[in-house]
């Protein structure tokens, strides 16, 4: 194991390089304003005057060291009009004319500020820190009889790796050796471990548990779950809302002409009026303290991070925030039927049995019939029998595709199939409503009955449906299936329409006819392995199970990490909380702004109050919007 091979490709090392910048540049900012704010109230307790000013002075550099550095920098690069021009030419002014305790208390004020912001945006990170660490170190790969440690990037598909217990898995592929528990709530938001045994497979980002695994990798690093997953949320941030890009532009032109305004409100009283300049140029710089949009320009993409984290908490990823911000404007929601709403694995629900056979009798024989054969309906049989079959028993098996088959069983002629197959073979069967698939059995030219098999409906279905239809959004089914069981399925879910024998091509052009008629974001939930073109086509495509499944990962724009349609809840939920914290903030910061400023005018209000108008509307707008997390 001394050749084993550690990651130092230039990627990672940049990346390490820039976050240990990061920290050194934090840690030095907040060492500054420490020592700047001791100096601050230092100055209060001097009784020299001249002292006094210095120490202001001082700790105004200190505390706005950085402030005035970016300003100046912005300035040279033509982007004049920030948050840190406004502060620079406010406090700036604010010395000129000898309000020095004014000045620094600015600059304080405003720090701490930022600081409560960078708490704020540590804290959302959080959770999707938590889901970043999904992202595999390194690989054990098998090299003859050793294994190397290498990076995950370079492993080609069929390689044979060696998963340690208490390891992440770094790839996605298929155990060849060994059985262990695995924990996917890094994926998928649940707790509870799967087992798992050789020809099972295992996805990058889950955590091996109890025992030492190989595993033989079935796709590259670039293509596997983890990789999907962390560029799925690293590229969310770019999608923006409209309320977003609304306040972005807001700013760029809001900015300069709040310096406009403040430079007449400075000028104008003075030269019509002859009012004291100092008065009004005073009142100008409070005008500019509390006219910077701070709180919007920080608060409402902070909300939707904060909702995007605390969803990905939820196993639900979301591609970006005009997504989060569409789903709370949900008027209809579209489900596909198998592997959605059901669990796309058939059950035998019933047996009816018939001329003196017993419903024992009637499973038996279906059981010992069905027992070479792959199909699910065969295998749903023999899974509700459960015992163990006698293949000496079984004789003369003959199938007939589509259709049905004969064998003997325990020398008994048997006939199993569908009626039409039954009926062929002079078999008299009892006519029956067509809701669920139906195998029909005779023995030794007696009819002994009919087995009912059904795609069973998943235990949180109805959950879902009764929850969107409470709150007055309208439901819709698409499925292939045949109009009889379609519509058994909708009924049991009370869904309000349902379309049925439709291809695939056939829910594009429903999910069009819909989404014309919706008044306001159509959404379409599949199980994300042939449902990728409709999930594109919707206002919002929900893939749900979908953890492995390159083709909705890619279409969709929300996905479930696991199988439960009860998640459209959970992210209905947040969406319309996220939606709500963003309207709050916008409107407390614009209510707060417009009192001060207006005070401001008319000489009532002073720093203070400009100040608590931009640090304190923006730290508690920031406080506001984490509640996005918690949902």
């Known amino acids: 194991m001394n050749n084993n091979k550690i990651c130092s490709c230039s990627c990672c090392e940049s990346k390490k390089n820039e976050n240990q910048h990061n920290h050194n540049k934090n840690k030095s900012k907040r060492i500054l304003t420490i020592i700047g704010a001791a100096i601050f109230i230092g100055a209060f307790f001097v009784s020299v005057q001249t002292v006094s000013k210095i120490m202001f002075i001082a700790a105004y550099l200190f505390i706005g060291r950085e402030v005035l550095l970016l300003s100046f920098k912005n300035i040279l690069k033509g982007k004049v009009f920030d948050e840190n021009f406004l502060m620079s030419v406010a406090t700036i002014a604010a010395l000129c004319i000898g309000e020095y305790p004014e000045a620094a208390a600015v600059m304080l004020f405003y720090n701490i500020g930022m600081y409560f912001e960078d708490l704020a945006l540590d804290k959302s990170r959080g959770s999707i820190a938590d889901l970043m660490n999904i992202r595999p170190d390194f690989v054990f790969v098998r090299r003859g009889d050793t294994f190397i440690k290498t990076e995950p990037e370079i492993v080609s ?9 208490g390891e992440k898995i770094p790839l996605d592929g298929i155990i060849i050796e060994g059985s262990s528990i695995i924990d996917m709530s890094a994926l998928n938001g649940e707790s509870l471990p799967k087992n798992v045994s050789v020809g099972g497979l295992v996805l990058s980002g889950s955590i091996n548990v109890s025992a030492n695994l190989i595993v033989k990798a079935s796709k590259i690093f670039e293509e596997s779950t983890a990789s999907k997953i962390l560029n799925l949320v690293e590229n969310a941030a770019q999608r ?11 700013a760029r032109y809001y900015t300069p002409a709040v310096v406009g305004l403040a430079i007449l ?28 949009p701070c709180a919007l320009v920080i608060s409402i993409p902070l909300s939707y991070f904060a909702g995007i984290g605390g969803a990905s908490k939820q196993g639900i990823l979301i591609k970006g925030s ?5 789903l709370s404007k949900t008027s209809a929601v579209v489900f596909d039927k198998t592997g959605t709403l059901t669990k796309g694995k058939f059950k035998v629900i019933a047996l009816k049995s018939q001329n003196n056979f017993s419903a024992d009798d009637l499973l038996k024989t279906a059981a010992y019939a069905e027992h070479y054969n792959a199909h699910p309906i065969a295998l749903s049989i023999k899974e509700a029998y459960k015992e163990n079959i ?11 595709p589509g259709m049905g088959l004969y064998a003997e069983i325990d020398d008994k002629k048997t006939i199993l199939g569908n009626a039409a197959f039954l009926k062929k073979n002079g078999i008299n069967i009892s006519e029956i409503s067509d809701t669920s698939t139906v195998v029909h059995i005779s023995i030794d030219g007696a009819y002994a009955g009919y087995i009912e098999i059904a795609d069973e409906i998943k235990s949180d279905s109805k959950e879902a449906i009764a929850y969107l239809k409470n709150n007055k959004i309208k439901t819709f089914m698409l499925t292939g299936d045949i109009k009889l069981i379609g519509e058994k399925v909708a009924n049991d879910l009370q ?3 349902v379309y049925t024998n439709l291809l695939p091509h056939q829910k594009a052009q429903k999910i069009e006819e819909i989404k014309n008629s919706a008044i ?30 390159d083709a909705a990962i890619e279409a969709a724009d929300i996905v479930f990490m696991n199988d439960e349609p009860s998640k459209i809840i959970t992210a209905l939920k947040i969406a319309k909380n996220t939606k709500a914290i963003v309207i709050q903030n916008i409107t407390f910061a614009l209510s707060v702004k417009a009192i001060v400023l207006v005070l401001a005018v008319l000489g009532m209000a002073q720093m203070w109050a400009a100040v608590f108008a931009d640090v304190g509307v923006t730290m508690i707008a920031v406080l506001n919007a984490m509640r996005a997390m918690k949902n």
């Not at 598909?157 to 217990?165: D, H, I, M, P, S």
């Open 157 to 165: 598909v069929g390689t044979e790796f060696l998963v340690k217990a």
């Open 322 to 326: 005009n997504y989060l911000d569409a």
């Open 240 to 250: 923006k809302t409209k309320t977003e890009n609304f306040i972005t532009q807001f």
């Open 520 to 549: 306001g974001s159509l959404v379409f939930m599949g199980d994300g392995i042939n449902d990728a073109p409709v999930l594109a086509l919707a206002d919002i495509g929900i893939a749900m199970g979908a953890l492995g499944s």
């Open 265 to 292: 409100l400075a000028s104008l009283p003075s030269l019509l009026f002859g009012a004291p300049f100092e008065v009004w140029l005073n009142r100008a710089l409070i005008f500019l303290v509390m006219s910077c």
């Open 390 to 400: 006698d293949e000496k028993k079984i004789k003369n098996y003959r199938q007939e």
């Open 495 to 497: 869904i309000d329409e």
